[in-house]
């Protein structure tokens, strides 16, 4: 009987890591530039940075975002307390990114400002709105307690919320362009 040699192998078999050891630096220090910026902007309440940075990282690294969103998210409990009032910010900025991700990776360069626009000022004008079911669950409101509450906040907690997100998401498409400048790794 003779011996046949083996097939070669292929050389790079292994799994492919979901984060290299870059983006894990990388998402790490974008997840604290997050939590630096909302600490920083707190003199004005209820206006930040955190909704324009979620679509820049967004637009840039899909579903990657997450990572960086979800550090900032950490980053925020470890720092303030984890408690009932941060749970929405386990769902609320998820749904800011995943409205992103529906967007076409294509845009017209005049429409995509616009979009962006959009999506931030909608996302920060429905801030207190998304907090409903967290209220209803944790502090036992009914929909129509849950929906009074969100009405006395929208106008000193929403509408500066709104504001805030459509005037920085000025910054989206000249904070994309220079990243993708940057950072080569970025498509």
Known sequence: MTHRPEQPTRVSRR????????????FGMLGSLMMVSDLIMNIIPNVHLVGVMIVVLTVLYRW???????????????????????????YVWTILWGMVMLLPRRMPKWLAPVVYALICGLHGFAFGLLWIPSQMVFMSFTLEQALIWWKFGFFTADIPHGIGNLVGSTLVVPLVNLIRKLDKRVV
């Open 64 to 90: 990657k975002a997450l990572f960086p969103l979800y550090v900032y998210v950490l980053l925020i409990g470890i720092s303030e307390g984890i408690g009932t009032w941060w749970i929405p910010y386990l």
């Open 15 to 26: 799994k492919k890591a979901i984060l290299t050891v870059y983006e894990i630096v990388v």
